[in-house]
């Protein structure tokens, strides 16, 4: 099965830029979503497709995808963005068709 | 606006069974796909597979053929998890999240989320 690399957890100041990646074999030729998971809340939709944001996710957050790299990038960090966040792809040729990364801790100095 | 609302904490015995339900509104049911995502305990999460609610047709990811049903009932909107024979392994979190559409790739897309449904599988 199709394999998505995160780190475990992050560290950042407020106010401050935090990058979190999610490697995969040429991962950029998909599609990548990501999520944020507070603590006891069900996942919340925060990039899709590589890059875009649903409606209501602050424009802080941003994502990029090349080569074997997708970047997850939120600006100006804030208390509230402590979350885990994971990285998601589809590959019709795996099983499963869908694969999550394996979650990243962000925390907030 | 988009809800999923999910069947309430389950605690049974292994050897059982569970069926977790996710009441949708807000949307045309029949329009989105509906995924479903297991979480252990401390760990992240895992695809389990969708079901097209157009067809009925399910598929399952690898490790989710046997014992998981993945079944709809249109007419109240509504999807379905089975699980039979219970283990202590099945012990997670089960949520549904709406695909972004009703065919591939886009219904794998999770844009909305149940609360989760809490299955404990102990003796």
């Known amino acids: 099965s199709y394999v998505l690399t995160q780190p475990p957890s992050v560290s950042v100041a407020p106010g401050k830029t935090a990058r979190i990646t999610c490697g995969g074999n040429?991962?950029?030729?998909?599609?990548v979503h990501w999520y944020q998971q507070k603590p006891g809340q069900a996942p919340v939709l925060v990039i899709y497709y590589d890059s875009d944001r649903p409606s209501g996710i602050p424009e802080r957050f941003s994502g990029s995808n090349s080569g074997n790299t997708a970047t997850l990038t939120i600006s100006r960090v804030e208390a509230g963005d402590e979350a885990d966040y994971y990285c998601q792809v589809w590959d019709s040729s795996s099983d499963p068709h869908v694969v999550f990364g394996g979650g990243t801790k962000l925390t907030v100095l | 606006q988009v809800q999923l609302v999910q069947s309430g904490s389950e605690l049974k015995k292994p050897g059982a069974s569970v069926k977790v339900s996710c009441k949708a509104s807000?949307?045309?049911?029949?329009?989105?796909?509906m995924n479903w995502v297991r979480q252990a305990p401390g760990q992240g999460l895992e695809w389990m597979g969708w079901i097209n609610t157009n067809t009925g047709n399910p598929t399952y990811a690898q490790g989710f053929t046997g014992r998981f049903v993945f079944s709809l009932d249109t007419s109240v909107s509504t999807a379905y998890l089975q699980i039979s024979s219970l283990k202590a392994e099945d012990t997670a979190v089960y949520y549904c999240?709406?695909?972004?559409?009703?065919?591939?790739?886009?219904?794998?897309?999770?844009?909305?989320w149940g609360q989760g449904t809490l299955v404990t599988v102990s003796s």
């Open positions: 999240a709406r695909g972004g559409g009703v065919v591939v790739p886009a219904a794998y897309l999770c844009d909305y």
């Open positions: 807000g949307y045309t049911f029949t329009s989105y796909a």
């Open positions: 040429n991962i950029g030729s998909k599609s």
